[in-house]
């Protein structure tokens, strides 16, 4: 069993930035595929970025330009950081641990951003 603890959600207006962070255990960390997604009100939880071991990155259409996400092994930590934000971020962003691409396998509870002014 892995476990996903994120943290650094919080208010922030538009415009503004945020950095999430992940905790992920096991000592695979390395070998993980870590994912961003996030979950609005009313929609489907979908993908924000996606880190494989290697380091390969994916981005939804709609975070790409504004979002970066990244990872460091020696810490178990992979992080998202989210600037140029906008009231469309607003959600409960989600980490995810899987073992290949777009198959997320763990969860992490979840941390709310919230973009308002």
């Known amino acids: 069993q892995v476990q996903v603890v994120e943290s650094g959600g919080g208010l922030v207006q538009p415009g503004g930035a945020l950095r999430l962070s992940c905790e992920a255990s096991?000592?695979?960390?390395?070998?993980?595929?870590m994912g961003w997604y996030r979950q609005a009100p009313g929609k489907q939880r979908e993908l924000v970025a996606e880190i494989t071991s290697g380091s390969s990155i994916s981005y939804g259409d709609s975070v790409k330009g504004r979002f970066t996400i990244t990872r460091d092994n020696a810490k178990k930590t992979v992080y998202l950081q989210m600037n140029s934000l906008k009231f469309d971020d607003t959600a409960i962003y989600y980490c995810?641990?899987?073992?290949?691409?777009?198959?997320?396998?763990?969860w992490g509870q979840g941390t709310q951003v919230t973009v308002s002014s």
């Open positions: 995810s641990v899987g073992w290949v691409t777009m198959d997320p396998r763990y």
């Open positions: 096991g000592r695979s960390f390395s070998l993980y595929v």
